[in-house]
């Protein structure tokens, strides 16, 4: 098992930047990739950026590619997403997911453990 805990979330003008990160422990040494999704109310949860744990390549969402960074820090276990330029459409909860293969990293299925969620609002 894998226990993730997300902070960072809160309330920010259009602009401006938060950091989120995702706290994980447990049997994390099967953890072959790490990701954000997001989920805004009356919408899909979609995928936001993933980083594979071997060899620290990333991916993002169109939508957030330039604006957003994903980071890990092995020594701390812990996942950033470092948000800025945030906008409106941002408005979500963010969840952080970890899992064990990954095959396809915009899926909700390649991941086997989520966080409970940090909710990030950006006001106009």
């Known amino acids: 098992q894998v226990q993730l805990v997300e902070s960072g979330g809160g309330s920010v003008q259009t602009g401006g930047s938060l950091r989120l990160s995702c706290a994980a422990s447990?049997?994390?040494?099967?953890?072959?990739?790490m990701g954000w999704f997001r989920q805004a109310p009356g919408k899909e949860r979609e995928a936001v950026a993933t980083?594979?744990?071997?060899?620290?390549?990333?991916n993002y969402a169109t939508s957030v590619k330039g604006r957003f960074t994903i980071s890990r820090d092995n020594a701390k276990n812990t996942l950033y997403l470092q948000m800025n330029s945030l906008k409106p459409e941002d408005t979500a909860m963010y969840y952080c997911?970890?899992?064990?293969?990954?095959?396809?990293?915009?899926?909700?299925?390649?991941?086997?453990?989520w966080g409970q969620g940090t909710q990030v609002t950006v006001s106009s």
């Open positions: 997911a970890a899992g064990s293969s990954c095959g396809r990293w915009t899926t909700s299925v390649s991941y086997n453990y």
């Open positions: 447990g049997h994390t040494y099967n953890t072959a990739c």
């Open positions: 980083i594979y744990l071997s060899f620290g390549s990333t």
